[in-house]
C-alpha cells in the first residue's frame, strides 16, 4: 500500500510549502540524486563505448556520442549537487533521459544496436516508479512509451516492434513502483536515509531479544545538535536539512555495519550498539562527536536483563538531558547500574504508583478552635533508588527533568477524586482541598483549563478548590501565569500564596499575583518560643492580609504555646504536627468512621485526631461509607 504523506519543504525563497504526495520512502533527495546519477553515467559510458565500437554507417555516429557525453556529464552532476537540488529538477534529468535514450535509438549507426538501446526506457520507467508519486510515474513512462513507439519504427521496423519495449517500460514501472512501496514500508527517515523511529524502535526490540538470547552487551547513545533551531531560524531549513544529511552521512561512515543510526526524531539522533560496553559507547561517541564540526551532547547508557527498550532510552535521554543542563556539548554517561530518580519517577507517573497523603487546616477561631475546615494534599513516594530523598526533592527533580505537569495533574486528579468522596460520604465536612502547584506549570498557556477539566471529571466543585503556588516560584512577570490564576479565580477556584515570606518582594508581589490566601512560612512560627516575645512581623502580615482581606493560614504549628500566640495575633487558620500529621486518605476515613462513633455515643470534646473533622454540634447521622 502506498501511504500519503505530507512533506513539508522550503521554497527557493525560504518559502514553505506543503505537498501531497504518494511515493516510496527511499525518494529522499540524496538516493534519488544517487540513483538517478549512477543510471546517467552508467548509461553515457555504455553509449560512449556503444558509439566507439559498434559497426555501421546507418544514423548518426556523432550525434549519438554527443548524447552519451551528455548523459555523463549530466549523472555526474547529479552525483555532485543532486542532494541539493529541489525535487522537481529530477523529474528534468528523468524526462531529458528520455529524450538522451531516444537520440540515440533515432541515430545509433546499425538498427540491432537501436534496438537494444531502446532497453533503457525501462531503466527510465523503473526510476520514475522508485521516487515519484503515481501520476508521475505515469507522465514519465507515457511519455516514454510514445516516443519509444515512435523511434522503434522510425528505423524501419515494423511498428508493433516498438510495442515490446513500450510494453517492458509499462510492467518494470508498475513493478517497480509496487515493490519498492512495499518494501520500504516507513521504516526509513526521507531526509537522512537513516533509519526513522520506528525502524529504531524495532531495531532496537531485535537486539534486546538478540542480547537476551546470546548475553552479549548493548548499549544505546541519544546524541541532539546543540542549538539546531538556530540553524533553521536564521539559516532557514534547507540549510538545517543539509546539516543533518552531513551529520548523519558522516556518522554513517565511521559505524561498522551492526552498529545501528537512526534519525530518531528532529534534531536527535539514536545509535544502537551491539556487544558494546558503556566505556566502548563513550568512546565511539566522543570519535563521531569529533567527526562534526556541529556541537552536539549525547546520553550514554546500557541494557540490562529484564529492561525494556523505552527504559533503556528514557536512561539515554536522562543522560542527554544532563549534558545540556551541564553547558552542551558533551558526553554523559546515564549508568544502568542505578536506576535515576528521574526515570523512575517518570515510570512511577505513567504507572500512576505515587501516593496523596492529607493533612488537616484547622481553625483557630474560638468558636471551631480545633475544627478541621480543610486538607492540604502532599505528594508521597519513595524511591528504591534514592530512599532519603524529600518530597521537596522530588518537585525539584520533576521540574528539572520536565515531569513536573504530569506529577501535580496526577496529584490534582487523585486528590479530587478522593476528596469528592469523602465530601459525599460524610456531607457535613464541608471541606476545602489545598493542592500544591509548580510556577511552572502555570506558565502554561493550556493549565486553568486542565484544571477545569479535572475538576469536571472528578466532580468536585471549583470553590472548594484552593491552588498553592510557593510564591518564590511565580514568574509574577509571567502574563500567562497572572492570566492563569485570573481565570480561575473567575471560575471560583481560590488561590494561596505559599510559604509567604520566603521571597524576595513580598509585599510588592501581593499587588500583582492574584491571591485569597496567604500562608505563612512555617520558619515565622518556628520563631514563637516561651522564651522570646513573638516575631513581630507576623503581627504585621496578621494585619495586612485583614486590610487586604485574604485570609491567613500559619504553617508549621508544632505546640500549644505558637498555637494561642497565633490566635491572639489574630490567625484565623493554621495546620501543622499539633494537629495532625498528614495521612492517606484510608486513615481519614477510619478517623471519620470512630469519630462517627464516639459523636453518636455522646463523648465529648477529644483532641484532634478523634474528633477535630467534625462540628460538636453536627448530627451523628452521617453518611454510610464503608457500610
Ligand atoms: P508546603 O506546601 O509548604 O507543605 C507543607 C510542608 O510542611 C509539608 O512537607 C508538610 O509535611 C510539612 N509540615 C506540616 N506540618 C509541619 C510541622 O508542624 N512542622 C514542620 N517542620 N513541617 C510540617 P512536605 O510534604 O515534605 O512537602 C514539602 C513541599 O513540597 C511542600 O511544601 C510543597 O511546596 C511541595 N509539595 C508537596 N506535594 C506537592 C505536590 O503534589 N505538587 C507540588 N508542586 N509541590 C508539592
Ligand atoms: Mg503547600
Ligand atoms: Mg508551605
Known sequence: MSRLEIVRGIGSRGDTRTRVRTVSALATARVMARTTGAFYVMGGVLGLLLTAIAPGTEGNRALVGCAAGVAVLLGVSLLIWGPRLPHSVHHGYVALATVLVTIAVHWFPNTVGAIGLSAFYAFIACDAAIFFAWQWVAAHVTFAVL???????????????????????????????????????????????????????????????????????????????????????????????????????????????DQQLARYG??????????????????????LRAAVTTGCSAGVTSWQPGESGSLLVSRADVGLYRAKQAGRNRTVLESSRQLPLAVELREAI??????????????????????????????RWSSSAQPDVTTEGLIRVAEEYDLIADLDELVLRRACADAARLQETFAQLDLTLNVNVSGLELAESDYADRVSGILNDTGWPADQLVLEVTESELAAESQTAIGNLSTLRERGVRIAIDDFGTGYSSLSRLATIPSDILKVDQSFVAAIRSDSPAPPLLGVIAALSRSLDLQVIAEGVETEYQAAVLTELGFALAQGYHYSDSHPVADLINDLNDQRGLVGAGVPEREFSSNGWIPMDASPELGAFGE
Open 350 to 379: 505513567d504507572k500512576g504508583a505515587l501516593d496523596v497523603h492529607y493533612q488537616p487546616i484547622v481553625s483557630l477561631s474560638e468558636d471551631g478552635a480545633g475544627q478541621a475546615v480543610g486538607v492540604e494534599a502532599l505528594l
Open 147 to 257: 516516443l519509444c513507439l515512435w523511434v522503434v519504427p522510425s528505423r524501419e521496423l515494423p511498428w508493433w516492434s516498438g510495442v515490446i519495449s513500450a510494453g517492458v517500460a509499462v510492467g518494470v514501472g508498475i513493478v517497480v513502483g509496487i515493490l519498492t512501496r512495499m518494501a520500504s514500508d516507513a521504516d526509513i527517515d526521507m531526509l537522512t536515509g537513516l533509519l526513522n523511529r520506528r525502524g529504531f524502535d524495532r531495531a532496537l526490540s531485535n537486539a534486546i531479544a538478540h542480547a537476551a538470547r546470546t548475553g552479549q552487551g548493548l548499549a544505546l547513545v541519544l546524541v541532539d545538535l546543540d542549538r539546531f533551531q538556530k540553524i533553521n531560524d536564521h539559516l532557514g531549513h534547507r540549510a538545517g536539512d543539509a546539516v543533518l544529511q552531513r551529520v548523519g552521512d558522516t556518522w554513517s561512515k565511521v559505524l561498522a555495519p
Open 266 to 287: 528532529g534534531d536527535a539522533f539514536a545509535l544502537l550498539l551491539p556487544n558494546t560496553t558503556e566505556q566502548a559507547a563513550i568512546l565511539l561517541t566522543e570519535q
